[in-house]
């Protein structure tokens, strides 16, 4: 069964910045499309971005378009996502997904991250 653990959420104010960690387990992550979503409070869930095995075609939301970067160290089954000038809309619980899109699989419980002033 596919296992993902989020890590490195927390708080942090607008501009600033944060890093997300996705562990990967029991399924053949190197080949694997993977994936972020979020879920802010209230709202439904919502694509983020999107990296192919290789790690070499990454691709974004427009709403984080150049402000956050999707990699993976496919040698330690590890996805990334940097976060980078932080607004109070990117305030959502951050889930890994195995896949490609909204419809990736995910198996992790996420991670909260929290922008504010």
């Known amino acids: 069964d596919v296992k993902l653990v989020e890590s490195g959420g927390g708080s942090a104010q607008p501009g600033g910045s944060l890093r997300l960690s996705c562990a990967a387990s029991?399924?053949?992550?190197?080949?694997?499309?993977m994936t972020w979503v979020r879920q802010a409070p209230g709202k439904g869930l919502e694509w983020v971005a999107s990296?192919?095995?290789?790690?070499?075609?990454?691709v974004y939301a427009d709403s984080v378009k150049g402000r956050f970067t999707i990699s993976r160290d496919n040698t330690k089954n590890i996805l990334y996502l940097q976060l980078n000038s932080l607004k109070t809309e990117d305030t959502a619980r951050y889930y890994c997904a195995a896949g490609f899109g909204i419809s990736a699989h995910r198996g992790g419980q996420g991670t909260e991250v929290t922008v504010s002033s």
């Open positions: 029991d399924f053949r992550f190197n080949t694997s499309h």
């Open positions: 990296i192919n095995g290789g790690g070499d075609m990454p």
